[in-house]
């Protein structure tokens, strides 16, 4: 059964700074990771989606890597600003089911 | 183009009472996922809908159901609703079933039973 875990589960951050949200996977035959952002009572937004045979991608500020072997993506977030602030999921795709972390809440200091 | 439409936004129930949510997909989107989410457990994966069969079931007990129409609308029912029932519900779209295209979120139905 695959097991999602996010790390860390808070970070604050001062306005401009880069940096790094973790996820990690236990069966590494998956299909693609999907990372979200979620701002309170609302929906998922699809941010960066990976396909297994990936090994990033990139939108905007946004750079999110994938190392099957290891089991672990990284979603990169450069200049942080305020409205980055929420909280970040990121969801492991294999065999028809499709698992979620525990998700990062952000916040970005002005 | 229009996203992921959800509805009602909010509801309040009474406990035993039914429910009934709904869930457009995407236009040309033919899979719809729903998921619960709360505090304590966090994204729970309900079923996934595909060309009106449903593909995959998590784990929730029968009360749980859902249909998807020829339209690829979908709805989800909770019969005999429960306090713990109340939580976030989720749909989601995508153009085919197994998640190669990845989801798109709708913003949900806040459902309270009291």
């Given at each position: 059964?695959?097991?999602?875990?996010?790390?860390?589960?808070?970070?604050?951050v001062?306005e401009g700074?880069?940096?790094?949200?973790?996820?990690?996977?236990?069966?590494?035959?998956?299909?693609?990771?999907?990372w979200?952002?979620?701002?309170p009572?609302?929906?998922?937004?699809?941010?960066?989606?990976?396909?297994?045979?990936?090994?990033?991608?990139?939108?905007?500020?946004?750079?999110?890597?994938?190392?099957?072997?290891?089991?672990?993506?990284?979603?990169?977030?450069?200049?942080?600003?305020p409205?980055?602030?929420?909280?970040?999921?990121?969801?492991?795709?294999?065999?028809?089911?499709?698992?979620?972390?525990?998700?990062?809440?952000?916040?970005?200091?002005p | 183009?229009?996203?992921?439409?959800?509805?009602?936004?909010?509801?309040?129930?009474?406990?035993?009472?039914?429910?009934?949510l709904?869930?457009?997909?995407?236009?040309?989107?033919?899979?719809?996922?729903?998921?619960?989410?709360?505090?304590?457990?966090?994204?729970?994966?309900?079923?996934?809908?595909?060309?009106?069969?449903?593909?995959?079931?998590?784990?929730?007990p029968?009360?749980?159901?859902?249909?998807?129409?020829?339209?690829?609308?979908?709805?989800?029912?909770?019969?005999?609703?429960?306090?713990?029932?109340?939580?976030?519900?989720?749909?989601?779209?995508?153009?085919?079933?197994?998640?190669?295209?990845?989801?798109?979120?709708?913003?949900?139905?806040?459902?309270?039973?009291?």
């Open positions: 059964k695959q097991e999602v875990t996010q790390i860390p589960a808070a970070l604050s001062p700074e880069n940096l790094v949200l973790n996820c990690s996977f236990t069966d590494s035959a998956i299909y693609n990771l999907q979200f952002r979620q701002d009572g609302k929906g998922l937004t699809s941010l960066l989606l990976i396909q297994s045979s990936q090994r990033e991608q990139t939108s905007g500020r946004l750079n999110a890597s994938l190392d099957k072997s290891s089991g672990r993506s990284t979603l990169y977030i450069a200049a942080s600003q409205g980055d602030s929420a909280t970040y999921l990121c969801a492991v795709h294999n065999n028809n089911d499709m698992r979620f972390g525990a998700g990062t809440r952000l916040t970005v200091k | 183009k229009a996203g992921v439409t959800q509805t009602p936004r909010y509801l309040i129930k009474t406990r035993g009472q039914q429910v009934t709904s869930c457009s997909p995407i236009s040309g989107h033919r899979s719809v996922s729903w998921y619960q989410q709360t505090p304590g457990q966090g994204l729970q994966f309900l079923f996934e809908y595909f060309s009106e069969t449903q593909r995959n079931k998590g784990n929730f029968g009360r749980f159901s859902g249909r998807q129409f020829s339209n690829s609308r979908s709805e989800m029912n909770v019969s005999t609703l429960e306090l713990g029932d109340s939580a976030l519900y989720l749909c989601a779209s995508s153009l085919e079933t197994g998640g190669l295209y990845g989801y798109t979120f709708g913003s949900g139905t806040r459902l309270t039973v009291v």
